[in-house]
C-alpha cells in the first residue's frame, strides 16, 4: 500500500482478536519507532514492549476512562521520554509512537494511542506512578502514551476525503 493509502486506511482500533502477533512483526513495528526522526537527533525514547495479560490489565487501569480496552490487546508499547534530558520527549515520543502506528496499520494490524501524560485516577495518583510500578520504570521517565496492538476484531471505514477540513489551512497568512 502507497502511503497516501495507508494514511487514509489507518483508524483507531479498540477491538482485538486473540490472535497473537509475530515476532518480526513486533521488531519491524519497533524498527518503525527506533528509526523516527528526533530533535537533535537526540533518540532519547525509551519503549517497552508489553504481553503479559496481567501487565495489560493493571496497565489498562493506569488512568480512570479512556484505556480500559487495552485488556483485549495482544501487545502494548509504553512510550516514554526524560523531561530533564529532553525538552522534546513529547513531540519525539509522538512521532515515534505514530510511526509505529503506521507500520503497524501497514502489517495489517489495529492500532490506538491511549494518552498518559497528565492523566490519573480519581484519588490523585497519576498515570506515571501506576505504570512506573508495574513496570519497574525508574522515576525520571514519564510515559506519553501506550499503544494498544493487535488484530482488529472490526472493520472501520478509510477516512473521507469529503470531511476533510481545508478550512483550517491558511496559506502565507492566518
Not at 42 to 70: H, I, N, P, Y
Request: proline residues 2%; negative net charge.
Amino acid at each position: 500500500m502507497n502511503f497516501k493509502d495507508l494514511v487514509q486506511q489507518r483508524r483507531s482500533h479498540r477491538k482485538f482478536t486473540t490472535q497473537e502477533i509475530d515476532g518480526d512483526d513486533v521488531k519491524t513495528i519497533l524498527r518503525a519507532g527506533l528509526m523516527s526522526p528526533t530533535s537533535k537527533g537526540m533518540r532519547a525514547w525509551q519503549f517497552v514492549v508489553v504481553d503479559d495479560k496481567t501487565d495489560l490489565e493493571k496497565l489498562s487501569d493506569a488512568k480512570d476512562m479512556g484505556g480500559q480496552f487495552l485488556r483485549d490487546a495482544q501487545l502494548a508499547i509504553v512510550v516514554l521520554g526524560d523531561p530533564l534530558q529532553n525538552d522534546c520527549w513529547v513531540e519525539d515520543g509522538s512521532i515515534a509512537a505514530i510511526s509505529m502506528q503506521y507500520q503497524a496499520e501497514d502489517l495489517g494490524l489495529g492500532s490506538c494511542w491511549i494518552q498518559m501524560r497528565g492523566r490519573g485516577l480519581t484519588d490523585g495518583t497519576s498515570a506515571d506512578t501506576v505504570i512506573q510500578g508495574v513496570l519497574n520504570i525508574p522515576d525520571n521517565l514519564s510515559c506519553l502514551c501506550i499503544l494498544a496492538i493487535g488484530y482488529k476484531a472490526d472493520e472501520r471505514k478509510p477516512q473521507n476525503e469529503e470531511r476533510l477540513k481545508w478550512e483550517s489551512v491558511h496559506v502565507d497568512k492566518f
